[in-house]
């Protein structure tokens, strides 16, 4: 803990020149620690006894982007935290965007031993949360570099080294900890510039290398706070967030209710619930393999299979594919069909390509498919003889007569750009990637959380199908992502007002709202067509 003993000796080392000390000083952990945290503030966290506040602004959405390259989406984010530091309480209220409209909201209650999920969009909530509280103490002290500073103070053991180095024409003092994390100090303020650290990246398979830089720090309540954050990832631009409300000692109390419109569910890990990996038979010859965060439609025919999205992990893949053996009268799996290029739904064609499955994309696709490819995965390392078809116009038909599956291109889809999605003709089964995510409901047929703008999107867009003669009735809505939905639970979902519920003091603003209130510049609505769209869905 930080001792009153500590303390003054922070307050000696404060009245000696910065530059001075900089130079000539012959620091010791604790010495420069100790300097830092009273510059940060220190000597006023005696006085706060919780803590809430507000981040804004946006992450570049590389899972959630159009593009598939950089410079991928802005989207917009908000979160609303409020901490007990004297007792193990919390609350987190979280809410991002997809270019369009509200695409997810949840809040994270901890009291103590007992702890809530919240999804505030479907209003259903159960035990257990994946903020817990340390988690949650974790996020304040990036945001907040006081507790930051003091968490190293309290166990100086984990700095490794002190010194100094020159970038971008300032002389910094640096310290090195947790095994090569290192910070980057002003030697005039002593306030932490910023933080380079490297750290294994599960969607990439490898470690990959952070920035979090603290910019336009503030006296808020004698504790520097820097007003905006960023993060780099691999040198590519991730986080831009202000911190436009922070509001110390306050009763958080208040924030440890939940709301009476939500209802209990068992479990919604996996979305639906279901954990396990298991086989549902859709249609005649049509199966849904997976649990309920991830689904991969096999599709059968008289001498082999089709498989559409790669799902997940290698691993998760080669799971998938043996829980189908029973149903697959040892036919073999002829094609692997990515729905869409993003990593976390194209990384598993690693198994695909190794058991001589053909990948079936559009030519546009095919270099990045084949980066992902060259990777090491476990024991396996890159696949050099992967086999390719191209997709070269609108659809793609596999039919005999076992059963008809067209491979539709959706060009224009706002989550990204030439996702492809799967119709079985004879059943009328639609398949389709992360245009809108089937959470489990708290009775059957009951839809609570609204249409998000890519389902509203992928609606118009099947209709226009249909209109053309290019796609029959559709009678089953299923997704890569949880339950799926009948047509009359997907009506339901499109008629339904997608709200959502936040904390108090956490105004529930539509989302084009945020850009004129925090002076955001979203260049998601750069495009023209996409800024009628934004226009249309003024309900969000």
Known sequence: MITRSTLFAALLLAGASSATMAQTQDWTAETLLTRMYDAHGGGAVDGIHS??????????????????????????????????FENPRAARDVLSAWPGGLTM????????DTDWHLNTIARIYESGTFHGYNSTMGSVRVRFPVYFVQSLLEDTSRVSSIGSETRSGMDYLTLVYDEGSTMYINPETFLIDSVEYSAANH???REVDYRRVYDNYTDVGGIMVPQRYLMWVEGLPYYDLSLPTIRFNTDIGRHMEIPDNFVEVANTDAYSGQMEIGVREVADGVYAAGNGETQILYVEFDDYFVAMETGGFPSYAENTHAAMQPYMNGKPLRYIIPTHYHDDHLIAVHYYARIGATILTTRDKEAYIRELLNRTWGAHGPVTDATFEYIDGPVRTFTDETNRFDVHVYADAPHTENMLVGYVAGSGILFS????IGWIQPEPGIVRQGAPYAALHLDQWVRDRQAAG?????NEYVNVHGVPYSLAEWRQMLATERTFTTLPDNEAMPVLTWFERYGL???TTSDPDLEIRHG????N
């Open 51 to 84: 803590l809430e506040f507000e981040t804004v602004g946006y992450f570049h959405g590389r899972f959630q982007s159009r593009h598939t390259e950089p410079p991928w989406d802005l989207i917009p984010i908000r979160q609303y935290t409020a901490i007990d």
């Open 105 to 112: 909201g949840y809040r994270s209650i901890i009291d103590g």
């Open 203 to 205: 969607m990439v398979g």
């Open 433 to 436: 990637g992360d245009t809108v």
């Open 470 to 474: 290019e796609m029959g009735a559709v």
């Open 521 to 523: 510049n979203d260049n």
């Open 536 to 539: 249309a869905r003024t309900t």
